[in-house]
């Protein structure tokens, strides 16, 4: 008798914890960023000459780890990306980056099938393969900043869910042209995203 009340405690148990959500959480999205270009006036005050930053759409993944119900760590990927960079208009070069971002998020309802949440996080952006002016000009020194996210999932199951997802990040950068700084670029890009989610 003590040996059948054991099983069905232990069986209990046993489907208890196989009903509980998994604390992981992958993401897949196509993002498109969208920079700000800002930038002080390459040559000083009174010039007129800017530079900007083309836009493009990029995969993303991202891994989630639901700490409670409600609070979640997200690493956000994506691999280097190239630009374009234009001076007043013509291309100047262009140039690599890779912006990796940590956010703490807060979902509002994580049992419902329609659950939004928002983030706030950090930034971080570190350039490669300058070849702005064949060379000569890059973007200086890795870029740490806010990140702020808000967003959406709507689940078809206990497994898979549609995501949308806007962030808002913090980008920015000296620009040396031959040794000498010469404009700071701020490209604060927004990310809209839309992709697909599993829940292990």
Same mark, same amino acid.
Request: aromatic fraction near 4%; charge should be positive; glycine fraction near 4%.
């Given at each position: 008798m003590k040996k059948a009340i054991l099983a069905v405690i232990l069986g209990g148990l046993a489907v208890n914890a196989m009903a509980q959500e998994s604390p992981w959480l992958v993401r897949a999205r196509a993002v498109h960023i969208n920079p700000a270009d800002k930038s002080d006036p390459v040559g000083g005050?009174?010039?007129?000459?800017?530079? @900007?930053?083309s836009g493009k759409t990029i995969p993303e993944v991202d891994i989630s780890y639901f700490v409670t119900p409600n609070i979640a760590a997200e %690493?956000? %990927?994506?691999?280097?990306?190239?630009?374009d960079v234009y001076l007043d208009g013509q291309s100047i070069g262009t140039f690599q980056h890779l912006p990796p971002s940590l956010m703490a998020q807060y979902h509002f309802t994580p @049992? @419902?099938?329609?659950s939004p949440y928002v983030g706030l996080g950090v930034n971080w952006t570190t350039f490669s393969n300058n070849q702005i002016l064949n060379g000569a000009g890059s973007l200086e020194h890795d870029s740490f900043g806010l990140a702020l996210q808000a967003g959406v999932d709507y689940k078809f199951d206990k497994n898979w869910s549609l995501n %949308?997802?806007?962030?808002?990040v913090q980008i920015r950068s000296d620009v040396m042209v031959a040794g000498a700084k010469?404009?700071?670029?701020?490209?604060?890009?927004?990310?809209?995203?839309?992709g697909v989610g599993y829940r292990f």
């Open positions: 005050v009174g010039a007129s000459d800017r530079l @900007s930053i %690493l956000v %990927l994506t691999y280097p990306q190239k630009h @049992s @419902s099938q329609f %949308l997802d806007i962030k808002k010469v404009s700071k670029v701020k490209v604060d890009p927004v990310l809209l995203g839309v």
